[in-house]
């Protein structure tokens, strides 16, 4: 069955430092991938997409490219800020659509002053 | 208007009482969604309605019963709950579950306690 394994948190940066979240996935056929970000209290929001190979998704300074040969879609934003503290979900849906979307245990993110 | 409104927040129930939680946009979707989130754990799905028929059942158990009443309402009605069940009830809608590049909208969630 379709799958999809994030590197283990929780991670810890410092204000403008580097970011990279890994994402590997196991899927038929040709889904798209997708990162959601969930801010403390809230409920989850689309940071960003991609919908075939090569595509890069690309929102608030995050980036992720969807690798077909390595089946990965690794998060990164070269600077991160005091609010991206937050918890990241890769998740990927076979079919494209937004049905049954297959999310990772996701990532938790602190980033300090 | 690009909200989905979750009520209540926060519920705290017994197991023998009979509750319901309500989740509502305006954003013209035919697809809602019910999703269940443990602690530290992702979003699973319970729930998908489309154009306000049920669409998909991921084998939730009859304790928790769905109901779209109109395109912009969604209903869980619960009875009977268990311990177990505690968890964040999350609402999501989309424009339609079946097209490619579909953004889910997210509520913030209803925090439940069953004692």
């Known amino acids: 069955g379709n799958s999809v394994t994030q590197m283990e948190g929780p991670v810890t940066l410092s204000e403008e430092a580097f970011l990279t979240i890994n994402c590997t996935y196991t899927a038929t056929g040709y889904p798209s991938l997708f990162w959601y970000v969930q801010y403390p209290g809230e409920g989850l929001q689309l940071l960003l997409k991609?919908?075939?190979?090569?595509d890069k998704g690309s929102n608030k300074g995050f980036e992720a490219t969807y690798r077909k040969e390595t089946t990965s879609f690794h998060l990164e934003k070269g600077s991160v800020q005091v609010s991206d503290s937050a918890v990241y979900f890769c998740a990927l849906s076979e079919s494209g659509g937004s049905e049954k979307l297959v999310f990772g245990k996701g990532t938790k993110l602190t980033v300090n002053p | 208007d690009t909200e989905v409104t979750q009520t209540p927040k926060h519920l705290v129930m017994g197991m023998t009482n009979k509750k319901s939680l309500k989740c509502e946009q305006h954003m013209g979707h035919r697809a809602m969604y019910w999703y269940k989130q443990k602690a530290k754990k992702p979003p699973e799905l319970m729930f998908v309605y489309s154009y306000e028929k049920l669409s998909i059942n991921e084998s939730v158990p009859s304790r928790f019963s769905p109901e779209c009443p109109n395109s912009s309402l969604l209903n869980l009605h619960l009875h009977a709950l268990q311990p177990e069940d505690s968890a964040l009830y999350l609402c999501a809608s989309s424009q339609d579950h079946k097209s490619a590049n579909e953004k889910l909208f997210f509520g913030s969630g209803t925090q439940l306690s069953v004692l």
């Open positions: 991609a919908t075939k190979a090569d």
